[in-house]
C-alpha cells in the first residue's frame, strides 16, 4: 500500500494550494480518503473526508467553506483544494486510507502559509 501526497509549498495568506494523494496497493474506491494536519506542537486533526463510491464529505468547521475534498476513483487519487490560506493552516497533511479497521497513512506534504 502505497499514499503519496504533493502539492504542498509555501503560499501567502489568502493564496491557495491543491493537494493531491496518490494511492496504490488497494481498491481505492472502497476505502473512505480522509485529510489530517498536524502543526508543530499540537495534535493531529481531521480536515476533511470523503466516503467511497457515494461521495459525501465532511470537513472541520475551520476549513469549511474555504477548503474542498474531491475524489477522482478511476485515478485512485484524493485531492484537497484549498482555498483562502490563512497562517493558522501552517502545518504537514497527511492524507489517510481507512476500511473497517483498516488504516494507511502518507508521510504528508508541508504547508506554509506566510508573508
Known amino acids: 500500500v502505497h499514499l503519496v501526497e504533493s502539492g504542498g509549498g509555501l503560499v501567502q495568506p489568502g493564496g491557495s494550494l491543491r493537494l493531491s494523494c496518490a494511492a496504490s496497493?488497494?481498491?481505492?474506491?472502497?476505502?473512505?480518503m480522509s485529510w489530517y494536519r498536524q502543526a508543530p506542537g499540537k495534535e493531529r486533526e481531521l480536515v476533511a473526508f470523503?466516503?467511497?463510491?457515494?461521495?459525501?464529505?465532511h470537513y472541520a468547521d475551520s476549513v469549511k467553506g474555504r477548503f474542498t475534498i474531491s475524489r477522482d476513483n478511476a485515478k485512485n487519487t484524493v485531492y484537497l483544494q484549498m482555498n483562502s490560506l490563512q497562517p493558522g493552516d501552517t502545518a504537514v497533511y497527511y492524507c489517510?486510507?481507512?476500511?473497517?479497521?483498516?488504516?494507511?497513512w502518507g508521510q504528508g506534504t508541508q504547508v506554509t502559509v506566510s508573508s
Open positions: 489517510k486510507a481507512s476500511y473497517n479497521i483498516l488504516n494507511y
Open positions: 496497493g488497494f481498491t481505492f474506491s472502497s476505502y473512505l
Open positions: 470523503i466516503t467511497g463510491i457515494g461521495g459525501a464529505t
